[in-house]
């Protein structure tokens, strides 16, 4: 019989004890991952409280020393993210703790997350299998020089909030999985620009303050060219300033482009699965909606 987690952790010469994420102040929040490198500022950690859930390891004086959070979409599936430890603690079982605690929450859910690579073994202890890599392109953005602007066959226009449900339709074609509060939240939060061909959306980008300045995803599109023509715009509104691409694409016209925008490959991490993998890496045909970059590492 599987026992149930327990409610406390001894860990070394302290006990720990977990607390819901709503109930810590954001500045503690933004603390603890300034602790271990993470980019998110307190604003960031706020939204992703109004679109997900989490918990927090406190010690006996209540400081935060460790945070897991989940992202449910539907009954069937949800991804998981901001799970911080420090390696001291993962190697004295924290972070598994911490994810035991997840696991019943989520119960019943196929789950996703994007692994560091100091946390690879804590997932793969857990049964997660690797799908692909994500590759972080940031830096200072600027319009290539030899940018010829290849044309996508239709009309590129900022988007409304008349066009959240095509939004959340296209997304939910790229990704595998309707994602309906989390994409309205990101429009709420995000400039917008998408492809029309005729009245249909056919590709958007969404593009949010995040982290040290801006970071566009999610990107949906049916092909690299579609893809590139509704990132260029919000490449020339955040010219001079740091942007922010997340991407499993490491070749061809898209990389190519972040590339040449200013945004080389900063590092990477591994997206993995536990239960049953979503069909959004299949090639398919060529006009396959496809996720070319994720809302963000935590959220997919």
């Known amino acids: 019989m599987k026992l149930k987690p327990s409610g406390s952790f001894k860990i070394d010469a302290f006990l720990m004890r977990i607390g819901d994420i709503e109930g810590i102040e954001l500045d503690r929040l933004h603390a603890h991952s300034l602790s271990v490198g993470w980019p998110h500022r307190a604003e960031d950690w706020q939204f992703l409280r109004e679109v997900g859930q989490g918990l927090v390891a406190l010690d006996e004086i209540g400081r935060v020393l460790g945070s897991a959070m989940w992202f449910a979409h539907g009954a069937d599936f949800a991804t998981v993210g901001m799970v911080i430890t420090s390696p001291r603690l993962q190697t004295l079982g924290a972070g598994q703790w911490l994810m035991q605690r997840v696991f019943e929450k989520v119960a019943g859910r196929d789950l996703r997350l994007n692994a560091t690579r100091a946390a690879r073994r804590l997932y793969l202890s857990l049964d997660f299998q690797p799908e692909k890599t994500v590759y972080q392109y940031q830096g200072i953005a600027r319009i290539p020089t030899t940018d010829s602007q290849p044309g996508a066959r239709g009309d590129i226009r900022a988007l409304a909030a008349s066009d959240i449900p095509a939004g959340i339709a296209l997304d939910a074609a790229g990704f595998g999985v309707k994602r309906t509060r989390l994409i309205e939240m990101l429009f709420a939060h995000s400039a917008g620009y998408g492809l029309f061909k005729g009245d249909r959306l056919s590709a958007f980008a969404l593009c949010r303050p995040f982290g040290r300045g801006h970071v566009v995803g999610p990107v949906v599109a049916e092909s690299d060219t579609d893809a590139v023509a509704i990132v260029r715009p919000?490449?020339?509104?955040?010219?001079?300033?740091?942007?922010?691409?997340?991407?499993?694409?490491?070749?061809?016209?898209?990389a190519a482009f972040l590339s040449n925008a200013g945004m080389p490959v900063f590092d990477t991490v591994l997206t993995m699965s536990l239960g049953k993998r979503l069909a959004d890496f299949s090639v398919g045909g060529s006009a396959t909606p496809k996720t070319y970059a994720l809302a963000s590492q935590t959220l997919g």
Not at 234 to 254: N, Q, W
Request: glycine fraction near 10%; proline fraction near 0%.
């Open 234 to 254: 919000h490449v020339a509104d955040h010219s001079g300033s740091f942007l922010r691409v997340d991407t499993h694409m490491d070749s061809g016209e898209f």
